[in-house]
């Protein structure tokens, strides 16, 4: 059993940053990968990145390649989403989600746990 819960989202303007917090707690935050995901309104879960159980792989979407970075601390239960660059079409609800499987996968029906989300809204 793992709980998730996110923070640091907000309004930002076009070219700002974010940074998204996740804070875990229930089984051992080191064994399993962490992964992030958006939902914007009326559209699917999107993948944005995951990063391994030890945070020494990291594998992004296209569309954050190079404005995002996945990094987690695993004596504090944390992952974190540093957003930089942000662009109006990255307004969404962010998921941080949990992956057992410990390989690091992309599709949101892989994941094991969720957060309930927190909001990011990137104006023009």
């Known amino acids: 059993q793992v709980h998730l819960e996110e923070s640091g989202g907000g309004l930002v303007q076009a070219g700002g940053s974010l940074r998204l917090s996740c804070a875990a707690s229930?089984?051992?935050?080191?064994?399993?990968?962490m992964g992030w995901f958006r939902q914007a309104p009326g559209k699917e879960r999107e993948f944005v990145g995951v990063?391994?159980?030890?945070?020494?792989?990291?594998y992004y979407a296209d569309s954050v390649k190079g404005r995002f970075t996945i990094s987690r601390d695993n004596d504090k239960n944390t992952l974190y989403l540093q957003m930089n660059s942000l662009k109006p079409e990255d307004t969404a609800v962010y998921y941080c989600?949990?992956?057992?499987?410990?390989?690091?996968?992309?599709?949101?029906?892989?994941?094991?746990?969720w957060g309930q989300g927190t909001q990011v809204t990137v104006s023009s």
């Open positions: 989600a949990a992956d057992f499987s410990g390989v690091g996968r992309t599709a949101a029906q892989d994941y094991d746990y």
């Open positions: 229930g089984r051992t935050f080191s064994s399993y990968c």
């Open positions: 990063i391994s159980r030890f945070g020494g792989a990291r």
